[in-house]
């Protein structure tokens, strides 16, 4: 079938949407919920919650003419009125009139045009200055000011929710066979030449077939998108030139951010992120948001007034108790989401269900989460939101994930989140940078993060797959620098390299940044190997950054936040090709063995006639003892895992052997009695620059094995039928 040009389906996006725009009839009473702009077919209802104003205008702005109306009706503080004749398409803001009493907390200033909480497209940009601001300049936020923001400030959209989703249902893959890849939306696709110019960077770029048919031959089952709630740019960071990449400075919560649509058309982005969900869900992969509901773009006490600020601004953020003219600031950036209140956790609650239920998304990572678990000033499992997200039935079908962790004291609550939650797991990240790169004192550590960190997970009911393995994300060093870099490199930044963290446990190997040195490059490649073995064949969920498979540099820049170029695009045209080799059969290897997949804890150690499904060996080829355990200088040791063993018939072929060697000289390693499996064969090995140059390498049970500094090789058990003999 021929399709349409990517201009002419705009073209009749635009079409579609502006035959919904009507002449308006008078104001009618309309209905409180649900909250936001909702179209019928004859007119738009539209509700707004604010429990301290004295008045709410609805602005309608057509051709560049603001039409006010002022509502009557509030029911429960929502403030609610039924437009006919408004549709899809049609430019809205509102006005809160109340009191301006910033010391108390109140700040109602009707000269600030406000987006709607519950916008679900949002059109146009901040310009930033004096003009955005709800007091005078140089009164401490204190007085009032009277200067219209509408001119410099963003506007609500109406959007038409229909769309065509042809059957799509939640794929509903169980964690434990999840393999999930974080990735930019414009990051992803920017720079690839397989896609059409004018849909790189965008969801239809995600949703091409170009990129489907990598992330499928990749074989990660889950995508997890940086911040696609529709963000601002900060005026400090365009002072500097530069962009806001990431997207951590949400400003609407229902909205996609309407710059990752096909020419920045708020009014299409809808459309094209259901039609980018659909597309990855027909191909097997889910969608993961990293959501960010701790905080908003609209800064401090001294900050702008863009939305939640001026409708009400101590229900939807955290005031300081003795002083509510400040901000409690457990986000690092201003002021705090109030999870405490109940319309604030509605708002939240309401979003993540309208991903669900109207977007389509699987699930959520939660961007400081604890800052939204927190009571009055300290960490609470059964605080108001963990509350309504455990009870919910529309949230239990879905992966939830908490980044464990916020800025403020007592912030780090990694293994603290509810059952049904799994986490960022820092310390798994930590201990396996140390690991290798051959720190004393880290085996015992490392081996418990490799089996699914029990110690953080299993006391409160939950599995190894809470515990989210990875060892690089977005923030910090890709891959590639964290084996090319010992310190950070973000001049780019243009903040004197003061940003990002100075706690890398990064290793360059012998030479800082690029290099022409063959052996340096060598056991770079080799330590990328073992990095991304070590977290695939983890248990819990493996977790790998996009462009890790690749070799992707952001040339030492471990705080790339604010580089919207090739310093943070995927660079295609140099690729490495052996590393995505590499990671293609970890992952075939992790998807096609339930030994790596696992769904419970191990089982305790059983009978002589009962093997366990995982043991610990020392490089002498005898179990772990506690001796061995504190060896603070032992950095070699093996592990059996053992897919089969609860099964009524045993199958060899799901019993593995790694052998892990993060020693700086090469260690002979004696394999386990044949107890533990006659014979064995390598299927993975990180020492070797092809992914299949292991295969036909085979030993038997208490031979030999040597084993070259900083590697991994995968041994299989062979059924008696196919053993080979050892090779010499």
Request: contains cysteine; charged residues 20%.
């Amino acid at each position: 079938m021929h399709m349409p040009s990517s201009s002419a389906r705009v073209r009749a996006h635009q079409v579609r949407h502006a035959d919904h725009v009507r002449q308006p009839g008078p104001p009618e009473r309309g209905w409180p919920y649900p909250l936001g702009a909702h179209w019928n077919g004859a007119g738009t209802n539209f509700s707004v919650f604010s429990e301290v104003a004295t008045g709410i205008d609805l602005c309608l702005f057509d051709s560049g003419e603001e039409r006010r109306i002022a509502i009557r009706e509030r029911s429960n503080y929502c403030w609610h009125v039924f437009m006919p004749g408004i549709g899809p398409g049609q430019r809205y803001g509102f006005r809160a009139h109340g009191p301006w009493d910033p010391a108390s907390g109140r700040r109602c200033n009707p000269a600030k045009l406000l987006l709607d909480p519950y916008a679900r497209a949002i059109d146009g940009v901040v310009n930033w200055g004096l003009d955005v601001l709800p007091h005078q300049p140089d009164t401490d936020g204190m007085v009032l000011s009277d200067t219209d923001s509408a001119p410099v400030v963003p506007r609500s959209l109406v959007v038409d929710t229909s769309f065509d989703w042809e059957g799509d249902q939640p794929l509903g893959r169980p964690l434990a066979d999840t393999i999930v890849y974080e990735l930019h939306v414009r990051g992803f696709s920017a720079s690839n030449p397989a896609i059409p110019e004018e849909l790189r960077g965008t969801y239809a770029g995600l949703g091409h077939p170009a990129s489907i048919e990598y992330l499928q031959s990749l074989g990660i089952t889950a995508v997890e998108l940086l911040p696609v709630h529709h963000f601002l740019d900060e005026a400090h960071v365009l002072d500097r030139g530069l962009k806001n990449y990431w997207g951590y400075n949400s400003i609407g919560f229902f909205a996609p951010h309407a710059a990752y649509a096909v020419g920045g058309d708020a009014a299409r982005a809808v459309d094209e992120f259901k039609g980018m969900v659909k597309a990855l869900h027909a191909a097997g992969i889910e969608v993961l948001l990293d959501v960010v509901y701790n905080h908003t773009a609209e800064g401090n006490h001294l900050g702008a007034m863009l939305s939640f600020k001026g409708f009400d601004n101590a229900a939807y953020y955290r005031l300081v108790p003795d002083s509510p003219q400040h901000y409690m600031d457990f986000s690092g950036v201003g002021n705090t989401l109030n999870l405490r209140h109940p319309q604030t956790t509605r708002l939240v609650m309401d979003s993540l269900r309208y991903w669900v239920t109207e977007m389509h998304v699987d699930g959520f990572r939660f961007d400081l989460a604890v800052a939204l678990a927190r009571g009055e000033r300290d960490f609470d499992s059964w605080s108001p939101f963990l509350t309504a997200a455990g009870q919910d039935p529309v949230l239990a079908t879905t992966k939830l994930i908490a980044e464990p962790w916020d800025v403020s004291d007592g912030g780090y609550q990694v293994g603290r989140f509810p059952a049904g939650w799994s986490e960022w797991n820092g310390r798994y990240r930590d201990v396996v940078r140390d690991y290798w790169r051959s720190q004393p004192g880290t085996l015992g550590e490392f081996a418990t993060r490799l089996t699914g960190s029990a110690d953080l997970y299993k006391d409160n009911g939950r599995a190894p797959t809470a515990s989210i393995n990875f060892v690089t994300v977005h923030d910090g060093f890709t891959l590639r620098d964290l084996v090319s870099y010992n310190d950070k490199h973000n001049e780019a930044n243009a903040e004197d390299n003061r940003d990002g963290t100075n706690d890398n446990r990064s290793w360059n190997l012998g030479a800082e940044g690029p290099t022409d040195d063959a052996g340096i490059e060598a056991a770079r490649a080799r330590q990328s190997r073992n990095f991304l073995a070590t977290v695939l064949l983890s248990h819990g969920v493996p977790m790998i950054l996009s462009g890790d498979e690749i070799g992707h540099t952001q040339q030492g820049n471990n705080n790339a936040y604010c580089q919207d170029n090739d310093i943070s695009w995927m660079n295609w045209t140099r690729a490495d090709e052996g590393l995505l080799a590499f990671t293609r059969r970890v992952i075939g290897l992790r998807r096609t063995h339930a030994a790596f997949r696992r769904r419970t804890w191990a089982a305790p150690r059983g009978s002589r006639r009962r093997l366990t499904d995982l043991a610990w060996f020392s490089p002498g080829g005898d179990e772990m003892t506690d001796a061995h355990w504190n060896d603070t200088e032992l950095r070699a040791l093996m592990l059996l895992v053992d897919g089969a063993v609860s099964r009524k018939k045993p199958d060899a072929r799901e019993r593995f052997l790694l052998v892990f060697n993060a020693a700086l000289d090469a260690v002979t390693f004696t394999l386990p009695s044949p107890r533990w499996g006659d014979a064995w064969s390598a299927v993975l090995d990180t020492a070797e620059l092809h992914a299949d140059a292991a295969a036909d390498q085979a030993f038997p049970a208490g031979s030999g094995i040597e084993r070259s500094a900083l590697s991994l090789v995968v041994l299989q058990a062979q059924p008696r039928a196919a053993r080979k003999s050892p090779t010499s």
